[in-house]
């Protein structure tokens, strides 16, 4: 076993030494704010987010996304199952939030699907990647939040949906991905909808 001696785990924020396992160093893991353990509701869907979108936490998401750094799935996914209020996650089936099928070549890999593998090790829920986007739906980019969710309306589908989900992203924002997610799951007779996700603006 050379290896964790020869490449000394680095914190993913600001690159200096960070402990063994651990995604952040302790100035930075002391850098995250942390959010209520209520989870809010945000498009009809109760969503659990254990920290603020900023500084190192922002720096974790954008190295996973951009990085293919699926170790950081994993410091997330503790992140998550510490946080999430008691039997929040029990129960449910683990449905990534999908990229398009363009994105998802480009990138390699599905962020949210990472991260939804990296909560079923800790958690035994099943995975069921059963959202698609539907061609057509443009990118987000530069619109405002209503335009973004009007173009978001419609822009899943679903196919055999589990009766319990938790929708499982990155991160989330206004919530128009999530009530377009939320949409195409109930059209698929999901009853018990909710969402984490590793961090979250907005904060309170
Ligand atoms: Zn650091």
Not at 118 to 142: D, F, I, K, Y
Request: proline residues 8%.
């Amino acid at each position: 076993m050379l290896t964790p001696l020869l490449a000394p785990p680095l914190c993913w924020s600001c690159a200096r030494t960070a402990p063994p396992g651990l995604a952040l160093c302790h100035d930075c893991s002391r850098g995250l704010r942390r959010l209520p353990p209520e989870p809010v509701t945000l498009a009809g869907v109760p969503c659990f987010a254990p920290v603020a979108y900023e500084g190192p936490a922002r720096d974790l998401v954008r190295a996973l996304k951009f990085r293919a750094a699926l170790a950081v799935a994993g410091a997330m996914a503790a992140a998550i199952v510490a946080g999430a209020p008691p039997g929040f996650l029990a129960g449910a089936a683990l449905v990534p939030v999908p990229l398009s099928r363009r994105r998802e070549r480009r990138r390699g890999f599905n962020q949210a699907h990472a991260l939804s593998l990296a909560l079923a090790r800790r958690t035994g829920a099943e995975v069921v990647p059963c959202l698609r986007r539907r061609a057509g739906h443009g990118t987000q980019v530069g619109r405002d939040r209503s335009e973004r969710s009007r173009a978001l309306r419609g822009s899943m589908t679903a196919s055999e949906a589990p009766a319990d989900a938790v929708i499982v992203d990155d991160v989330v924002t206004t919530g128009a991905t999530l009530a377009a997610a939320a949409e195409a799951l109930r059209c698929a007779g999901c009853t018990g909808i909710r969402a984490v996700a590793y961090a979250r603006t907005g904060g309170r």
